[in-house]
């Protein structure tokens, strides 16, 4: 294919002469065809990115997109962490609480919160700023009551231990077969039955015969067991602690000794008619805090005889 020649009309000589650029000029036309090509090619570009981007920033994009759906799956777990420790924080308070008879966790420190100006200023400046603050405000929330809660339930436990071991303690149980007719009660007597003057009896008295067996009421330690000529004849005294003590008066015999342990339960003399009685009974007596204490308000007499003894039997299991 032959070259494109150009031709000028030379004045001087009246006629055509062929053209031919100097440097310059050739110069000049290459700089702007460069130029132009450089718009072009600037222009495809911004165009190409504008409606296609490129695969590296479509990697990005997706990337922060899966990021994005982390956070919100990261926040809803944080809201239903949140609600679970609500609903212990609510049952602390309303049932084991009130129950181990422990003061309510008030709301502003059992619902957390942190402070602190610069505690999210690592996380400011970015493009999803937001959400990244606001799922670590809620984390660190969530943190706190966990903490505070995990702080109650060990009190809890303490609590609950010590309830446990109080109530292995209290006298909460018939001395004798549940079979067994109640006598006198805690009352003002207007004449003692042998002593004739009036005078109060501090206890509950049980209608046995001899030789029925006499169990401990609760978990304690044996005080006194023999007689001390104070009108109870052969007794057994029990130190329950927590300000417990019981009297277990007019036995025929007694089947411990001072200082040794008993839970409740445990076989500790046989009924009888020893000191100031009128007939075979067993007088039993509650003290709270050197008070006397009406022992009707510690048993239930709902019992039949197999269940009271099958009681005992478990109680008294090692």
Not at 271 to 290: A, K, M, R, W
Not at 299 to 313: I, K, S
Request: aromatic content about 12%; glycine content about 8%.
């Amino acid at each position: 294919m032959l070259r494109k020649r150009k031709y000028v009309f030379d004045t001087d000589n009246l006629q055509f002469m062929q053209h031919r650029r100097n440097r310059g000029e050739k110069l000049l036309r290459f700089s702007l065809l460069f130029a132009l090509s450089i718009v072009a090619t600037l222009v495809y570009s911004v165009i190409f990115h504008r409606f296609f981007g490129s695969p590296k920033e479509e990697l990005l994009q997706q990337r922060v997109d899966e990021l994005k759906l982390s956070y919100t799956l990261l926040e809803k777990q944080i809201d239903r962490s949140s609600l679970a420790v609500a609903e212990l924080r609510s049952s602390d308070n309303i049932s084991y609480r009130t129950i181990l008879d422990m003061p309510q966790i008030p709301a502003d420190i059992s619902e957390g919160g942190s402070g602190g100006t610069n505690r999210l200023a690592d996380l400011t400046g970015y493009m999803n700023s937001d959400i990244m603050m606001k799922v670590r405000l809620k984390f660190d929330n969530l943190k706190t009551q966990t903490n505070i809660q995990y702080n109650s339930l060990t009190d809890l436990t303490e609590r609950a231990t010590e309830w446990k071991e109080m109530w292995a303690h209290l006298p909460f149980i018939r001395p004798v077969n549940v079979t067994m007719r109640l006598g006198d009660g805690m009352k003002f007597r207007e004449r003692h039955p042998v002593l004739g003057s009036p005078r109060w009896h501090f206890g509950q008295d049980f209608r046995c015969p001899e030789g029925t067996e006499v169990h401990a009421t609760g978990a304690g330690i044996v005080a006194y067991a023999g007689n001390q000529r104070d009108g109870f004849g052969i007794k057994v005294v029990i130190d329950h602690g927590y300000g417990y003590r019981t009297i277990y008066g007019h036995l025929s015999e007694y089947n411990v000794r001072r200082g040794q342990k008993v839970t409740r339960g445990d076989f500790i003399g046989l009924s009888g008619n020893t000191g100031t009685s009128t007939g075979p009974h067993l007088h039993y007596q509650i003290d709270l805090f050197g008070e006397h204490v009406n022992p009707l308000w510690y048993f239930e007499d709902g019992l039949t005889e197999d269940e009271y003894f099958r009681m005992l039997d478990y109680l008294t299991k090692p």
